[in-house]
């Protein structure tokens, strides 16, 4: 009579275990530098959007930061309702220069730069050269 495990209870343990590591790694709190990479993400796609409306009703926008948020002015009143929060609200800008959005096809250089309020983690910059639209990129 020989001892040890079959090959099929091998394989449901393993699967088991991988099941489990991976409901742990769902259920573990979001990461401060994942949270920030998320805001900033958001941010580029809302300059985007707010650049795009700046355009196609050829009036001047400005995106500024303010306590809690930011906010987005010069936006036509038929314009759909941009957010002004952050998601995560450790999300904070350094200083508080404004970006203008339009209403040309092509701005100027701009970028802002996000960080995390009471925490060490990267700071990361959201900007464009005035051709391309927002990326993100992290500061040393």
Known sequence: MSRGFTLIELVVVITIIALG???AA???PDT???ALARDADRLAALL???RAQSRAAGVPVRWRP???GFVFDGLPATAPRLPERWLDAQTA???NAPLLLG???VIGAQAVVLYRANAGQPRL???TDGLHPFSVETLP
Do not use: H, I, K, M
Request: glycine residues 20%.
């Open 103 to 105: 209403p040309d096809p």
């Open 32 to 34: 401060g530098g994942t």
């Open 125 to 127: 910059r959201v900007g």
């Open 93 to 95: 800008v350094a200083g």
């Open 48 to 50: 985007e959007s707010a």
């Open 66 to 68: 303010t306590a809690g």
């Open 26 to 28: 769902l259920a573990l």
């Open 21 to 23: 590591t991976a409901l």
